[in-house]
């Protein structure tokens, strides 16, 4: 049989620019806001746990449109995540924490979706959440607002709605680790590239989502995301 290839290589919208981020690689943290981190069992400040979802799990909106994703198989307990995304413009090895910034590009607005039910069950065998993270379409992501323009948010609302009722709300000030530690603690295990992206965590709030419900979420300074549940 003659294989047939079509190569795609995801990219994410740029604000103000004609031209896409190509998408390298998605790092995750997970628990980085403490009332999110005792929700799912978790207390402290402890060390920065990530996984990795596959690129071409993106689902790029552009600005001021809605993207439709469709509800994922093999779940009954689609759950959102609404998060900062930070864009790594120019990549290293061990970057300290003090300059992380001149690394990062720009940021977005993402939803980390998950198949909770198979997360729960994959925690208790042990196993690695891929099947409950890395999924198609789950990583919806706005247009990147470059840190040219925006600077570097390290406060502000975050705020997530469906069907128009309040599920997740806090500040980027309560995340445990700010985005520039993030930067520094995964470049000690990864050599980070332009490209990168960094999904920064989520506050409390994390909640079902059925097929028909329309999820709005915004972060100040960023805009809003919104994404339609096919």
Not at 134 to 152: L, R
Not at 191 to 203: K, M, R, W, Y
Request: some cysteine.
């Amino acid at each position: 049989m003659q294989a047939e290839f079509h190569l795609h290589h995801p990219s994410v919208p740029i604000v103000g620019s004609d031209r896409g981020f190509p998408v390298r690689r998605i790092y995750c943290v997970a628990r980085n806001y403490a009332e999110h981190a005792r929700e799912m069992g978790a207390t402290g400040r402890e060390a920065p746990f990530f996984f990795m979802k596959p690129a071409d799990a993106v689902l790029p909106v552009p600005l001021g449109a809605t993207g439709r994703m469709a509800y994922p198989p093999k779940t009954a307990d689609l759950h959102h995540e609404i998060e900062m995304v930070v864009a790594i413009g120019r990549g290293a090895r061990r970057i300290a924490a003090d300059i992380a910034n001149e690394h990062i590009y720009g940021y977005a607005i993402g939803l980390d979706m998950t198949r909770r039910d198979l997360q729960a069950e994959l925690k208790k065998l042990g196993r690695p959440w891929d099947l409950a993270k890395g999924f198609d379409q789950s990583a919806p992501i706005g247009a990147i607002h470059p840190a040219a323009v925006v600077g570097h948010p390290r406060q502000g609302g975050i705020r997530l709605d469906v069907n128009g009722v309040e599920r997740q709300r806090g500040d980027l000030s309560a995340m445990i680790w700010s985005a520039p530690e993030i930067v520094a603690i995964l470049s000690e295990y990864f050599e980070l590239q332009a490209g990168d992206l960094i999904f920064t965590g989520t506050p409390a709030g994390v909640g079902a989502v059925q097929r028909g419900d329309l999820l709005v979420g915004s972060i100040a300074g960023l805009g809003a995301l919104s994404v339609a549940i096919d």
